[in-house]
């Protein structure tokens, strides 16, 4: 697998197919591969005529493990997306991001909106402005010597699908309490690109997809049936509609 180096960071990535480039985004505690490679829609995407890229973050998949929530601003994690597209001569690109990843797409779709053709936030509605969501109950659940020891059922969520991907539970508790940054409503109003906001309508962790409509100019949801946040992400509905928005996007 290619990787590239950010400063003394690290990154693993993948750069498949040929056509208009899309920039895949993962979600906490997941990976290029776990996130958007085994769901499908790598092949999905290329079948359609993209050029699917897509990186494992810092302290995820195959990139670099740190330790400090000093190296997981979101800043610096968008950076890293920034960088790879540097990396491969992408000037500009449709991005789609999950949970976490949306966090990420739309800081760069606000802050550095010359890269973006569109944006797809996945997995996070109003909660990328407020409410609850996952925060130091997970990093706390990740640290956690067994999972009988964690009564937080958000905590348990994460916990588990951090054992079932392999991943370094000391990283990912750093991550949670670096990148915890909500948008204000002034910094989502600023994203003007083209945006899809996709979230499953049994998603308890995203929050509403149709108030973050209302704060985010030219954006449009579409609704994931019956899907909470970890199902949602190889739905059908989820990839007709976003290869449906790629498709009417200028």
């Given at each position: 697998m290619p990787s590239f180096h950010n400063g003394?960071?690290?990154i693993a990535y993948l750069d498949e197919g040929e056509g208009d480039p899309i920039v895949l985004v993962h979600g906490?505690?997941?990976?290029k591969n776990v996130n958007w490679v085994y769901p499908t829609w790598v092949s999905e995407l290329k079948k359609h005529g993209k050029r699917v890229v897509a990186l494992d973050h810092r302290g995820h998949g195959?990139?670099?493990k740190l330790y400090d929530p000093e190296d997981y601003h979101l800043g610096m994690m968008a950076d890293d997306v920034r960088a790879l597209m540097a990396h491969l001569?992408?000037?500009r690109a449709d991005m789609m991001g999950y949970s976490m990843g949306a966090r990420i797409t739309a800081l760069i779709a606000e802050t550095q909106p010359r890269l973006l053709r569109s944006?797809?936030?996945a997995g996070l509605g109003i909660g990328l402005i407020k409410g609850g969501g996952p925060g130091e109950n997970v990093a706390v659940a990740l640290e956690a010597d067994s999972l009988d020891d964690i009564t937080d059922p958000v905590g348990r969520t994460f916990r588990t699908f951090a054992d079932q991907t392999r991943s370094d539970r000391r990283a990912l508790a750093a991550?949670?309490?670096g990148s915890r940054r909500l948008m204000t409503v002034e910094e989502a109003a600023r994203i003007t690109v083209p945006?899809?906001?996709a979230v499953g309508t049994a998603d308890e962790i995203a929050g509403s997809a149709q108030e973050l409509q209302q704060v985010i100019p030219h954006s449009e949801v579409l609704d994931i049936p019956n899907r909470d946040h970890m199902r949602a992400v190889g739905d059908k509905v989820y990839k007709e509609g976003v290869l449906a928005f790629l498709?009417?996007?200028p």
């Open positions: 003394a960071v690290e906490f505690a997941s990976s195959d990139s670099t001569d992408i000037e944006a797809i936030i991550c949670m309490r945006t899809l906001i498709s009417r996007r």
